[in-house]
């Protein structure tokens, strides 16, 4: 990956400090997720096949919140599926995000 990102940024490596290969097995033994699996970010195109699923569920009260619950993966996704929660929590089945 440096190398093909030296093609747009030449002598990248010569100014990196540090850098880490991590494999998919190397993240599972760090996390403990299944296979090293990192969620993706949700996408919101393919008619919305891509989108991770809602953050309610049929059990009143029961909400998914996390990576691989809306709005997807990335610790900024996880984060933003927690203040939706909260959301829905304080204001209801109707919220939708901030105002």
């Known amino acids: 990956m440096i190398t093909v990102a030296e093609h747009a940024l030449p002598g990248l490596r010569d100014r990196l400090l540090w850098h880490e290969v991590r494999t ?3 993240i599972a033994d760090a996390t403990g997720a299944e296979g090293g ?3 993706f970010p949700a996408l919101a195109a393919a008619g919305g096949r891509l ?3 809602s953050n309610s ?3 009143p ?3 998914t919140v996390g990576g691989w619950a809306h709005p997807g993966g990335g ?3 996880a984060g933003m599926s927690g203040a939706l929660v909260a959301g829905l929590i ?3 089945p109707d919220f939708r ?3």
């Open 51 to 53: 989108l991770h699923p």
């Open 37 to 39: 699996a990192v969620p």
């Open 24 to 26: 998919p097995a190397d």
């Open 90 to 92: 304080v204001e209801g």
């Open 75 to 77: 610790l900024p996704h």
């Open 97 to 99: 995000g901030s105002r």
């Open 61 to 63: 009260g029961l909400f």
């Open 57 to 59: 569920t049929r059990v």
